[in-house]
């Protein structure tokens, strides 16, 4: 499931000073990959986070969204530069954030089994020690599939 990442959704050095702003370059980095208006992503994230913020503590936010005009879920792994204030649950700022886009027409069961899977991967120390070391897109893709074959073992 992880495997929705390709190497062009794997943002390694975004600067941005807020959430917003953050949310908005990831928004036009995405489009011309999974297609759709840079606003309305930007919108549907700000509204998603108007419900309560995604960042789950330990510097981590996974926003996610269901989006109408796509077949399958995205991900998009994003290592910011500096990390910014993000209301997340723990009180710190954040600095890695993944990005989960699913199919407004997704069984929420799928949803829900691919956010805990990213939840897992996100809370393994060792890994985002690794992503936070590098601005190398090539060496953070190798850290998910490093990842994601040890726990197919």
Known sequence: MICM????????DLKATSKKQAF?????????????????????????ERIGSTGIGGGVAIPHVKLGHIDRIYG????????????????????????MLVPEDSKTTQHLKVLARISRFLKDNETCSGIRG????EKIAEL??????????
């Open 5 to 12: 990442i390709t190497a062009d959704l794997i943002i390694p």
């Open 24 to 48: 908005r370059t990831i928004a036009d980095a995405l489009v011309p990959v999974i297609g759709g208006s840079p606003e309305f992503l930007f919108d549907a994230l700000m509204a998603r």
């Open 76 to 99: 998009a792994l994003v290592r910011l530069e500096t990390p910014v204030d993000y209301d997340a649950i723990d009180g710190e700022p954040v600095d890695l954030i993944f990005m």
């Open 134 to 137: 590098t601005c190398q897109q």
């Open 144 to 153: 998910l599939t490093e990842w994601a074959r040890n726990q197919a073992a």
